[in-house]
């Protein structure tokens, strides 16, 4: 059982940048493959970036490649999402999702656990 809790989000100019965690609870927290997704008012909830349990493979959108960037610490129980290079478009409640699957999926349905999610703005 994992329970998560995002942080970090709010308001930023366009080229700004924005640290957002994701805290753990759980004690396998280290085996579990963790994700960033996000949701658009009135759009689908999209796949950002995964990183396995190794810290070792990571996968990223093709929109936030090189501007985004998810790391761990495993001792914190806690994963982040460095966004830098904001644009408006990137404007969503951005979700940390958890699942115990070794390969950091893409598909939401392959994760088991969920945080309540943060606002991120952008304005141009």
């Known amino acids: 059982q994992v329970q998560l809790v995002e942080s970090g989000g709010g308001l930023v100019q366009a080229g700004g940048s924005l640290r957002l965690s994701c805290a753990a609870s759980?004690?396998?927290?280290?085996?579990?493959?963790m994700g960033w997704f996000r949701q658009a008012p009135g759009k689908e909830r999209e796949f950002v970036t995964a990183?396995?349990?190794?810290?070792?493979?990571?996968n990223y959108a093709d929109s936030v490649k090189g501007r985004f960037t998810i790391s761990r610490d495993n001792a914190k129980n806690t994963v982040y999402l460095q966004m830098n290079s904001l644009k408006p478009e990137d404007t969503a409640v951005y979700y940390c999702?958890?699942?115990?699957?070794?390969?950091?999926?893409?598909?939401?349905?392959?994760?088991?656990?969920w945080g309540q999610g943060t606002q991120v703005t952008v304005s141009s």
């Open positions: 990183i396995s349990w190794s810290s070792g493979n990571t």
């Open positions: 759980g004690r396998y927290f280290s085996r579990y493959t």
């Open positions: 999702a958890a699942d115990s699957i070794a390969v950091p999926a893409t598909n939401q349905y392959e994760y088991d656990y």
